[in-house]
């Protein structure tokens, strides 16, 4: 049976450009949640955000006349793409899937809001061209010349986990040997609007499975897998980082922004991607959580945790705590943040847990990474419309 | 398929300028081809260098919409709703965890998000209505059809241009031979939203592009000079062929071949010497088991862009494909085109036809090919 | 404020914010139960009454903390009137 390596990885996060650097904020425990600099944030309840420092966009590499989204995931697929050391010739036979929300939207309400604010046609209406959730696979795609099957997947929340999920299919499939896969968000107007309407951000930096939670904290970021058939990877000599056991795919079909009160749709997510993965609950040390902070979301999951695994038969942690809900990259960056921790053998704190939920029957990793070898390890994902994905990884 | 397990087609449902219905509306637009494009009605386009579109009627697919249960669906959900009810009512499949959708678009909602940031731009933060803000993300048709259908296996939302049906077809097709699900709804949606039609023709992507003929839609012609937009809701009824057996269902057609794949070229070009390293259409007829000279037809997701329907002629010729027809003149462009080509190499299966390809090739490169003929 | 004052503000919100149809204002009374799962009533979820807090706090000029349980005060037009009077006093 087909096997599913990660060969390569790439990250842009709001510590900085690359995946080192993402590691080493994750592992210390630093919160990259701070002001909100890039949009203007007057007369909103919460104004902070985990944003992408200026000067780490601007030394991407990549051109400015693209939009800010285009410019994460371009440079999260490049240094993905470099990681795994892959032949132009296989680059032919790659597929692409991107999970994507906002697309070029910051550039768009910027030209948006020039033409309602001033009379006339704006000139930033070439912003449209790269407004769309696709337009990052098109530039993906040329810049690194892959040919394989290529999806723009748009599923909230669960976008970049969806995307990694579809990417092992196609490999398991025999469809290709080889997928980039992975997700982006950027900071946008109107998810910063949305979240602070629905009442749903804390006007401090997030809180998940604290007592004292109040919601979510919206983060910006891109980050990028190197799937490979397992076999072809050892075969030309590659490097494997870890494997991606089993996912699962589903929906609650409940409502358009609440979960399932139960988590229905998350405990079959989560079975589903046991059963693939062939393995136990016993064999899971460690779930990355959805963790967004909210009241709601945080309960739920931990209900469905409890459901599948057993009270406090995990660690589990939050990596939103720490980066914020990057929204379509949130995913893929949890992916990334996963095999990370299975590799090294840590698992990332919950930052800003002081007063651990007495109804969250799990120990969080409050604070302080944690050091402990665990062979497999769960990563969730759940999205406005009831999306839920669950990614098993192994060492 | 690798999996061993075969596709069926065992419904549709759709919501076009030509008509509301499942099957039998379908194929009676397709027999009549009734004149759908014409100067756009629902909004104004002063100064505008285009003017025509595939109108959908309101009134056609409200007939087939609760009023109470959809008071606050915006105007492209209620269209997906309209369809995908309609579609899994005529193919009489229950929901449940083995029931998928695939939604595909190529604008989304844009009037939502309009509308939410104009509440804003109006009035400040007060201005902002909660309720609108789910409809700003492309997933919302989704997630919305998805309640009302009771599809809890996987369900995604794919955004693509031009080819954004087709592209959910085929995925729907991974989803059932990857066993993530038993039957999968799958098709494509748009609306044509003011703001949407006039930057797009700003942009020079919408016909008349250039020259001196007039505007309209002639894919393939010598004379074509852009694409004509339309709207709707198409969706097909996809599902596993053993569990199609066990229940009884009245099967249309099977998918013999899908294959889909990218021509890495730069976002918005479409060059028409640029070749498919992987020949596409080449694999989806191996998987199929037939030769390109076996074809009853191929449907061709040319809508009249120049370069788009030149590039795909060549990339057509150098599967062995030639003359492919286009339904753009009759449903116009949008997001559940290439279901309806689906939808119509299905009706030609089930009346008895050899094979159809059902071929799409979108600027940026993404491509597609389905090959669609009867059940055995 | 009277509390048939607060009552026509509330349908004017409930017809322009959650998109009931104009024709349905006539029908709603005090004695009309709001949410979904009681025989009869609007039908609101919980999306619904985000929204129709979110308009009530501009509406009213008061203050809905989301913090406090709420579900008895939304359980008609006659409660929710009461609790829009309690708090603008």
């Not at chain 1, 609950?281 to 309960?299: E, F, I, K, S």
């Not at chain 3, 009374?29 to 807090?53: A, H, M, N, Y």
Request: glycine share 12%; net charge negative.
């Amino acid at each position: 049976m087909t096997r599913v390596a990660v060969s390569g990885l790439g990250v842009v996060s709001p510590y900085g450009a690359g995946v080192k650097t993402f590691w080493a904020g994750l592992s210390t425990g630093e919160c990259a949640i701070r002001p909100l600099t890039v949009i203007d944030t007057e007369g909103f309840r919460s104004r902070i955000a985990a944003e992408v420092p200026a000067d780490v966009i601007g030394g991407l590499g990549v051109s400015r006349r693209r939009s800010r989204a285009d410019r994460l995931a371009l440079a999260a697929a490049r240094e993905a793409l470099a990681d795994a050391d892959l032949s132009p010739r296989d680059r032919t036979d790659m597929a692409l899937i991107v999970g994507a929300v906002g697309g070029g939207m910051l550039e768009g309400e910027a030209w948006y809001w020039d033409e309602a604010l001033h009379p006339g046609p704006s000139p930033k209406i070439g912003a449209l061209r790269s407004i769309l959730p696709a337009s990052h696979s098109e530039v993906i795609g040329w810049r690194l010349g892959l040919g394989g099957p290529r999806e723009t997947v748009v599923m909230a929340c669960a976008s970049g986990a969806a995307s990694i999920a579809f990417g092992a299919d196609l490999i398991r499939s025999g469809a290709t040997p080889l997928a980039l896969a992975g997700g982006v968000d950027a900071i946008t107007r109107i998810c910063f609007m949305g979240f602070n309407a629905l009442k749903l951000l804390d006007p401090e930096p997030c809180r998940p499975f604290d007592r004292g939670r109040r919601g979510m904290s919206i983060g910006e970021a891109a980050a990028f897998l190197v799937l490979e058939d397992a076999e072809h990877c050892r075969r030309r000599g590659g490097r494997s980082l870890g494997e991606v056991l089993g996912a699962g795919v589903t929906t609650d079909a409940h409502h358009v922004t609440a979960p399932h009160p139960e988590g229905e749709g998350m405990i079959r997510a989560m079975r589903e991607a046991l059963a693939a993965a062939g393995r136990e609950p016993g064999d899971v040390g460690y779930v990355n959580a959805h963790g967004t902070g909210t009241l709601q979301n945080d309960r739920v999951e931990a209900l469905a945790m409890a459901r599948v695994f057993g009270e406090g038969r995990v660690l589990v942690s939050s990596t939103k705590s720490l980066v914020g809900h990057t929204m379509a990259a949130a995913g893929s960056v949890e992916a990334a943040a996963t095999l990370l921790s299975l590799q090294h053998g840590l698992i990332p704190p919950t930052a800003n847990l002081r007063d651990p939920d007495p109804d969250v029957p799990f120990d969080c990793v409050a604070q302080t990474a944690r050091s402990v070898e665990v062979e497999a390890a769960l990563s969730n994902s759940f999205g406005f419309g009831g999306q839920n994905v669950s990614l098993i990884f192994g060492r | 398929m690798r999996s061993g397990r075969r596709v069926v087609i065992t419904g549709m449902g759709s919501v076009s300028a030509a008509g509301a219905g499942g099957t039998p509306a379908v194929a009676d637009a397709l027999a009549r081809r009734p004149a759908t494009i014409a100067p756009v009605a629902a909004f104004e386009l002063d100064g505008c260098a285009s003017h025509l579109a595939a109108e959908v009627d309101e009134a056609r697919f409200m007939a087939l919409l609760d009023p109470d249960s959809v008071r606050r669906l915006s105007r492209i959900c209620r269209m997906t709703l309209a369809a995908c009810r309609t579609a899994v009512q005529e193919a009489g499949l229950g929901g449940g965890t083995r029931l998928g959708l695939v939604v595909g678009s190529e604008h989304g909602d844009f009037r939502s998000g309009g509308e939410f940031v104009d509440g804003f731009l109006r009035r400040g933060p007060a201005g902002l209505s909660p309720l609108t803000f789910p409809s700003t993300v492309m997933n919302s048709m989704a997630a919305v059809a998805g309640i009302a259908i009771d599809a809890k296996a996987t369900s995604v939302t794919l955004n693509q241009e031009t080819v954004a049906g087709d592209l959910a077809v085929a995925r729907a097709v991974a989803l059932i031979t990857d066993g993530r699900a038993e039957a999968v709804i799958a098709g494509g949606v748009d609306e044509l939203f003011s703001h949407v039609y006039r930057n797009l023709a700003r942009l020079g992507a919408l016909s008349p592009m250039g020259g001196g003929a007039p505007e309209g839609c002639r894919p393939y012609a010598t004379d074509h000079n852009g694409p004509v937009l339309g709207e709707g809701a198409t969706f097909v009824v996809l599902e596993e062929r053993e569990a199609a057996h066990a229940r009884g269902a009245a099967i249309l057609a099977e998918i013999l071949g899908a294959a889909w794949g990218a021509i890495p070229v730069a976002p918005h070009t479409a060059p028409a010497r640029r070749r498919d390293a992987r020949a596409i259409a080449r694999r989806a007829l191996d998987q199929a088991g037939i030769g390109a000279g076996s074809l009853a037809r191929c449907y061709g997701s040319g809508n009249g862009d120049p370069a788009l329907d030149d590039w795909e002629l060549r990339l057509l010729e150098a599967d062995g494909v030639r003359d492919p027809v286009s339904l753009a003149p009759l449903f116009g462009q949008h997001g559940g085109l290439g279901a309806l080509r689906v939808a119509a190499a299905a009706l030609d299966a089930r009346a008895g036809s050899a094979p159809a390809l059902v071929h799409g090739i979108a600027r940026g490169g993404c491509r597609t090919a389905l090959v669609i003929g009867q059940a055995a | 404020m009277t509390q048939k004052e607060v009552l026509d503000e509330l349908k004017a919100l409930i017809v322009e914010r959650l998109k009931f149809d104009p024709s349905r204002a006539a029908e709603m009374t005090l004695e009309t139960t709001l949410p979904r799962g009681v025989e009869g009533s609007l039908g609101l979820d919980s999306l619904d009454f985000i929204e129709l807090s979110v308009a009530m706090e501009e509406r009213f000029g008061i203050v809905i903390d989301e913090a406090e349980s709420l579900a008895d005060d939304f359980l008609s037009l006659d409660t929710l009137s009461r609790f829009v009077l309690s708090k603008v006093k």
